[in-house]
């Protein structure tokens, strides 16, 4: 078998249980599953993190058994390719999932990479990006500058309307990019299914808590205490073309993300009307419509999750589809 020949791996649900919001049922539709439980909204994608404070949930599973973590140590060069190793050694530098708000997350924000490595030891922060598959209303950035003694006192007394009206309310339709940086406050609105690619970390500060199923004054703050978390988030005002900046459209046959997110991750949108060829590299592909079939007879329809190794070769596909390439960022 030559390496173009090489087939897709195709991924399994990993979805961890009990999480502390509501969703799910919108992932079991897209991806042909039965029903799940009421709070597994999230599905890990070609994930080598786990959920915070976990030593094994999160990670994904290959077919056969082995932990795609402990397959990628055992050959990074073949996973991820001579390049990616020689910058980042055996770290994937990529965490996809599929996330399913079955109602209003909570305002949070994740960390950049330096307040990360000085206060958690983390290898990095979390950025994020979302390619939106079913709309609705997400909430993004702040309206006006907001200073360290108000915030902390809307998250002391859990005033969560007000947090929420701090922000900017955005609405989005399927095939919407948002990127999100590092320390940017958000919140995804009830009803919205999306993809989400970002850091492999995970790390939030959770700055509303209030009616969601976790214990937000001990769990929020990354262990750091509240005066301390706070400071990784940025509390600077975005106006109209502030927030237009971090929102594009996912045209087909070309980069879906911002130049400011090329230090973290890639995202291309393909659209496959006979045949494509998806360049060789790391990437995960989740078909979004349609069906596709590779040149090695493999199906893979609307809802599929698959990985691809770097040594595996460019990928030749047939059929009519969309598709979303996710991969790390450029060495």
Not at 50 to 61: D, H, I, P, R
Not at 119 to 127: F, I, V
Not at 143 to 169: K, M, N, W
Not at 240 to 265: E, Q
């Amino acid at each position: 078998m030559t390496a173009t020949e090489e087939p897709p791996i195709l991924l399994a649900s990993n979805r961890p249980a009990d999480r502390f919001y509501r969703g799910g049922a919108a992932i079991s539709r897209f991806r042909g599953e039965p029903p799940a439980g009421p709070r597994e909204p999230e599905d890990w994608i070609a994930s080598t993190t786990t959920v915070a404070g976990e030593t094994s949930v999160g990670l994904t599973t290959l077919p056969g058994g082995v932990l795609l973590r402990d397959a990628i140590a055992a050959d990074p060069v073949g996973w991820l390719g001579h390049a990616h190793v020689e910058r980042w050694g055996g770290d994937s530098r990529l965490l996809v999932k599929l996330l399913d708000a079955g109602q209003r997350l909570p305002v949070h924000a994740h960390p950049h990479d330096d307040f990360a490595a000085a206060h958690l030891g983390a290898a990095h922060g979390k950025a994020e990006a979302w390619c939106i598959l079913r709309g609705g209303t997400v909430h993004l950035g702040l309206r006006d500058d907001v200073d360290d003694a108000s915030l902390a006192a809307l998250v002391d007394g859990q005033r969560a309307d007000e947090l929420l009206g701090l922000l900017h309310e955005v609405p989005v339709s399927p095939g919407d990019v948002v990127w999100v940086p590092p320390g940017e406050l958000h919140a995804i609105g009830e009803g919205v299914l999306l993809l989400e690619l970002q850091q492999p970390e995970d790390l939030s500060v959770l700055l509303e808590w209030r009616g969601f199923a976790i214990d937000g004054a001990r769990s929020g703050h990354l262990g750091l205490g509240f005066g301390l978390a706070l400071q990784a988030v940025n509390r600077r005002g975005r106006d109209a073309d502030g927030i237009r900046s971090l929102l594009r459209r996912a045209t087909p046959g070309g980069a879906a993300l911002p130049p400011d997110a090329a230090p973290y991750f890639r995202l291309d949108r393909v659209t496959v009307q006979g045949s494509a060829r998806i360049a060789a590299g790391f990437a995960v592909l989740v078909v979004t419509d349609g069906a596709l079939r590779t040149s090695g007879g493999v199906a893979l329809p609307a809802g599929t999750t698959a990985l691809r190794r770097a040594a595996s070769g460019p990928l030749e596909v047939e059929g009519e589809a969309e598709a979303l390439v996710c991969r790390p960022p450029e060495p």
